[in-house]
């Protein structure tokens, strides 16, 4: 399974409302798949009754290994894009501590930062970092829905 390896500026709209949006069209797959599989599943737990067999007793333990999977991965994935953006944005007030300090000696312009632009970049980072920690169960529950479809043999 391949991996997203562009950036986050390369990957989300400049519009932070538009990555809200797209987290919001995310989750609503999530849901649907997820209540494809659920449904799928209980018919399947209610039909094999007190003796499943071997593929069933492998689905139902899928069940509870792939929640346990996709809340550590979700996990580390949150950890670690709060990480990077946390880097990203001190870096930015490092260069912005240097900028008024050579500004306090004569040296360059005193650097403004608008309220538009921090809250906008907050608003980015909480949308990449809620995407990040979602995404394992989005993949897990539309793969899901989509094997669950295919007819047993």
């Not at 067999?53 to 509870?64: C, F, L, N």
């Not at 490092?94 to 005193?110: E, V």
């Not at 309220?115 to 980072?125: L, Q, S």
């Not at 909480?126 to 043999?153: C, D, Q, V, W």
Request: with cysteine; hydrophobic share 45%; net charge positive.
């Amino acid at each position: 399974m391949s991996r997203r390896t562009r950036s986050s500026a390369l990957s989300w709209p400049i519009n932070p409302f538009a990555m809200w949006t797209t987290l919001a069209t995310k989750s609503a797959e999530m849901l649907l798949a997820s209540g494809e599989v659920v449904a799928h599943r209980s018919q399947r737990m209610a039909s094999m009754g007190a003796n499943p067999d071997a593929a069933d007793r492998r689905e139902m333990g899928r069940m509870v290994q792939e929640k346990v999977d996709a809340s550590a991965e979700s996990a580390q994935a949150m950890s670690m894009k709060a990480a990077s953006l946390y880097q990203a944005s001190m870096m930015q007030w490092l260069n912005l501590a240097n900028r008024q300090a050579a500004a306090l000696c004569g040296i360059g312009t005193s650097p403004r930062i608008s309220a538009d632009v921090a809250a906008k970049k907050t608003m980015r980072a909480a949308a990449e970092i809620a995407t990040a920690g979602m995404a394992p169960f989005h993949r897990r529950a539309t793969g899901n829905a989509k094997r669950l479809r295919k007819p047993r043999s």
